[in-house]
């Protein structure tokens, strides 16, 4: 049985490939260009995985005070509804007041404090969104 037609032409496209890239770093360093080639790549993914983790934080943040302001506007219409509110929002806003109380003044918070201002913000948006639609 023969070897077909598409592994043949791909062995032959990878062995000119190869010979351009070594021709392009020559071929006494070809081994030297690709270490650097792998460090530069993992250096950019490093930078990359870094900006994204800046960037989450920030949007953790973002989402905690703007699902907080959500949870409030609907427990003041359940509230409006007759529906039971009172102690969900008086607990929710002090635990999210208490997890971020040292923001107020001005200091520097971890990411877990505002991860869990998230938590309890989105649960209690999501909470009041099923009693409204219930």
């Known amino acids: 049985m023969g070897v ?3 592994t043949i032409g791909l062995v032959w496209l990878v062995g000119i490939l190869l010979t351009c890239v070594l021709y392009a770093t020559g071929p006494d360093r070809f081994l030297h260009a690709g270490f650097a080639f792998l ?3 993992q250096f950019a993914f490093q930078g990359l ?3 994204f983790t800046a960037g989450a934080f920030e949007w953790v943040r973002a989402l905690a005070i703007g699902l907080f302001a959500v949870f409030l506007a609907l427990g003041v219409l359940a ?3 007759g529906l039971q509110a ?3 929002l008086v607990l929710v806003t002090g635990l999210f007041l208490v997890l971020l ?3 107020m003044g001005g200091y520097y918070l971890p990411a877990s404090r505002w991860s869990a201002a998230f938590l309890l913000a989105c649960v ?3 909470v009041m969104t ?3 639609l219930s």
């Open 79 to 81: 509230l409006r509804r």
């Open 49 to 51: 995985i870094a900006g």
């Open 130 to 132: 099923r009693r409204l």
């Open 39 to 41: 460090l530069h790549t």
């Open 101 to 103: 109380y040292p923001a």
């Open 4 to 6: 077909r037609r598409n």
């Open 86 to 88: 009172r102690a969900a």
């Open 124 to 126: 209690g948006a999501l």
